[in-house]
């Protein structure tokens, strides 16, 4: 046999040394074409198969070819060997205890004013009322003119207002859906308009310069303050899970004739005294009143036949209470800390 073929015992025995001890992919790619490739022994081996003897050719051929598939398989054996290295490494740095606790993610939730929001429209829903909507950015006639509360009124004075170069202003309080809603729909209505209103106010503990109110009306044939005691009373049932005592004081806002403070027995000594409610055993709620005939005017309803009730109550006021908050500003404060509590 040719002298260059009596090499392919000792060149099996390198490769599949090289091979075995081959330390990542790129070596045994290396092996790979030194071997197996186009210029590599296995080929090198078979070219010079045509100057063997022709008697020795059968077995130089068998040789080469055992060469070859020695060498396939030893490499694709390596090749399993490193990679399955390969995992037990990454499961030795990356393993996971899947009986460890798990990590608790934080869930957002909604501002107590929203939760509040959405509880008092259910009640409201129950009782049969629809919930509007209105503007934040209002138009005169519909936050005063329409209210009854023409330019020149000194009751403007009584709301703080923040007006726009445009002529319109940021809605003092949430009574001018009242007027979308009846311009919009006739009656029998009833219904609530919750929102965020705008005040030019100094702040301190107890005013803000945004908060958030519910609006409230109802208008049909004989509405009487009867009714709107029932209303409050059943609101308030809902609201503080109890029968809660209600007194009307006389209060004036020019959209209702007559208008009242709606006070609640102080929820604290149901009316005893204490120091909540400074020892007068009520707490002043929110106003209200039968719906003045100019504004029902206004509307297009006739005030010889239909009459109504609005109330208008503040909501931070009413999460105050109840969570016994002592500063308005903390709704407005984006501090987690405070909010994580509701
Ligand atoms: N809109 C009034 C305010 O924000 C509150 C109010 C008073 C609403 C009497 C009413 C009402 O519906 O009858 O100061």
């Known amino acids: 046999m040719l002298e260059t073929l009596e090499t392919i015992g000792s060149t099996q025995a390198e490769a599949l040394q090289a091979i075995a001890n081959a330390p990542d992919d790129a070596v045994l790619e290396a092996l790979r074409v030194a071997y197996l490739g186009k210029k590599g022994h296995v080929k090198q081996f078979y070219a010079l198969l045509g ?90 006639y519909h936050n005063f003119e329409a209210l009854n509360i023409p330019a020149d009124h000194p009751a403007r004075d009584m709301q703080d207002t923040f007006w726009l170069t445009n002529g319109r202003l940021l809605r003092t ?57 029932y209303v409050m009373k059943k609101l308030l049932r809902e609201i503080f899970q109890k029968d809660v005592e209600v007194r009307l004081r006389p209060g004036f806002f020019p959209f209702v004739e007559p208008g009242f403070e709606l006070d609640i027995a102080c929820l604290i000594c149901s009316g005893s005294g204490c120091a909540v409610c400074k020892h007068e055993g009520w707490v002043e709620l929110l106003p209200c009143g039968a719906i003045h005939p100019n504004v029902l005017r206004h509307c297009n309803i006739d005030p010889e036949v239909y009459t109504g009730f609005a109330f208008g109550l503040g909501l931070n006021r009413l999460v105050m209470m109840r969570y016994g908050i002592n500063d308005i500003r903390h709704f407005q404060s984006g501090n987690l800390a405070f909010l994580e509590q509701f």
């Open 51 to 140: 100057k063997v003897p022709p008697e020795q050719k059968a077995e130089a051929g068998q040789r080469i070819n055992a060469l070859r598939d020695a060498v396939e398989t030893a490499l694709s054996e390596r090749k399993s060997a490193l990679q399955a290295n390969r995992y037990a490494d990454l499961a030795d740095k990356e393993w996971l205890d899947v009986t460890a606790p798990g990590l608790r993610q934080s869930r957002g939730r909604l501002h107590p004013i929203t939760q509040i929001q959405y509880e008092i429209e259910d009640i409201f829903r129950s009782m049969g009322f629809d919930v509007f909507d209105g503007p934040q950015v209002e138009d005169d």
């Open 173 to 229: 309080h949430t009574s001018s859906v009242q007027i979308r809603a009846m311009q919009q729909h006739k009656p029998p209505l009833r219904g609530i308009s919750p929102g965020r209103v705008y005040r030019y106010e100094a702040t301190d503990a107890s005013h803000e310069n945004t908060f958030y109110q519910v609006e409230g009306l109802m208008v049909d044939k004989d509405i009487s303050v009867a009714h709107l005691i």
